[in-house]
């Protein structure tokens, strides 16, 4: 039964924000039986969990992440006991998350937690370093892609509706931020895996970029 051991497969899947990682990832996850470790949700809810709390640089963050594991009940992200799923996909958290990433005794925390998660198999990862840093033995790696203009143009379709004040112009200027941010980071920057597949998305569905992520899945499952 090849598909059988699809489901237990480990795929690791990066890119920029806005890349439309999130829907992707839901998809394949629901076509191949795996689950999925969002794991910026993860940067996003520690620099909320800090924010609430006041603290502030490396170590604090670390400390906070090390005592606050974040944890997925089906859809919801619950950090220290709080169900801050809709509070953490906010601008502003995004920019706090984006700031936290670059402390590597976060990103220590973070890893290692992501790493003990994932470690039976069964699971879709997606993020900026989890092709790189958290399981390069995955059993498939994907670099999604595409442009900034229309990463942006996605990024403001999905907050407009809560900030209908936000122009294009401020979202694609906070993506080219966060891009410049991620990728020029020391400690693991947003880069591509050597072997990683890299699946361009402009002018796809999100079914369609799901579809040849399924293809690629299964392809290996078959060799
Ligand atoms: O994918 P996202 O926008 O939810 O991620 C929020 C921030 O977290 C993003 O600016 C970069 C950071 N991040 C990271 O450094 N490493 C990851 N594996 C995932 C996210």
């Given at each position: 039964?090849?598909?059988?051991?699809?489901?237990?497969?480990?795929?690791?899947?990066?890119?920029?924000?806005?890349?439309?990682k999130s829907t992707v990832a839901a998809l394949v996850a629901a076509r191949l039986g795996l689950r999925v470790l969002d794991t910026g949700a993860m940067y996003r809810a520690t620099a909320w969990l800090a924010h609430r709390e006041g603290a502030e640089g490396e170590?604090?963050?670390?400390?906070?992440?090390l005592a606050h594991p974040v944890s997925f009940q089906g859809s919801r992200v619950v950090i220290a006991d709080t169900d801050v799923s809709e509070a953490i996909r906010t601008l502003e958290v995004g920019?706090?998350?984006?700031?936290?990433?670059?402390?590597p005794s976060l990103r220590r925390a973070l890893v290692g937690q992501q790493r003990a998660v994932v470690a039976q198999g069964g699971w879709i990862l997606e993020g900026r370093d989890?092709?790189?840093?958290?399981?390069?033995?995955?059993?498939?790696?994907?670099?999604?892609?595409?442009?900034i203009e229309e990463r942006g143009?996605?990024?403001w379709?999905?907050?407009?509706?809560?900030?209908?004040?936000?122009?294009?112009?401020?979202?694609?200027?906070?993506?080219?931020?966060?891009?410049?941010?991620?990728?020029?980071?020391?400690?693991?920057?947003l880069e591509l895996a050597e072997d990683a597949e890299i699946v361009e998305t402009f002018g796809m569905s999100a079914e369609g970029v799901a579809d040849r992520i399924v293809a690629l899945a299964r392809g290996i499952n078959a060799s």
């Open positions: 039964m090849p598909n059988a051991r699809v489901s237990r497969f480990v795929i690791a899947m990066d890119g920029p924000s806005g890349a439309g170590q604090a963050l670390a400390a906070l992440a920019q706090a998350a984006s700031l936290a990433s670059t402390f989890t092709t790189t840093v958290v399981v390069p033995d995955a059993d498939l790696k994907v670099f999604l892609t595409a442009s143009r996605r990024r379709v999905q907050l407009r509706d809560e900030s209908p004040s936000l122009t294009l112009q401020t979202v694609v200027r906070e993506v080219v931020e966060r891009d410049h941010r991620d990728y020029t980071r020391a400690d693991s920057p």
